[in-house]
């Protein structure tokens, strides 16, 4: 592994602890999941996974299923962008769980080049479908 790869190695492991640790202000209890977006070696936006403003910061319902309306980290984190004077043009995506298929479909229309994350998520169907269009996929353990 070159210098330049195994420096790059170190960022993905750092940004990873960092949305570990932004993952904690999630109100889930079933799962709780971080996400920063990295652009130009700064972090343009944030987020986990939560209810919509607005909503009561309840994720599961009785039964303890995820409500249909929650939000994945890495929307949270797209949709803050889109609110912004930036954009996710080029930018790389740390998330502790692979997204699914729909936040796939998210990453992709915001321009995000590069996803890092360190949890498998239930299927790969979002991992492949990025793939298909050439985003890099990159699953980093973190302790």
């Known amino acids: 592994m070159s210098y330049e790869e195994e420096k790059q190695r170190q960022l993905d492991r750092r940004y990873l602890q960092m949305a570990r640790i932004w993952a904690e202000n999630s109100y889930c209890v079933r799962r709780k999941v971080g996400a920063l977006i990295v652009k130009d070696k700064m972090i343009i936006s944030d987020g986990y996974n939560g209810t919509p403003s607005g909503f009561e910061n309840v994720c599961e319902d009785a039964d303890g299923h995820t409500k249909s309306y929650v939000l994945h980290a890495e929307a949270n984190a797209i949709t803050k962008v889109a609110k912004s004077a930036n954009n996710c043009d080029g930018s790389t995506l740390y998330i502790t769980a692979a997204p699914c298929i729909e936040c796939a479909k998210l990453i992709i229309q ?34």
């Open 110 to 143: 915001a321009g995000i080049r590069r996803v890092v994350y360190s949890d498998e998520y239930r299927s790969e169907e979002g991992l492949d479908l990025m793939r298909r269009v050439g985003i890099e996929c990159v699953r980093e353990a973190v302790e």
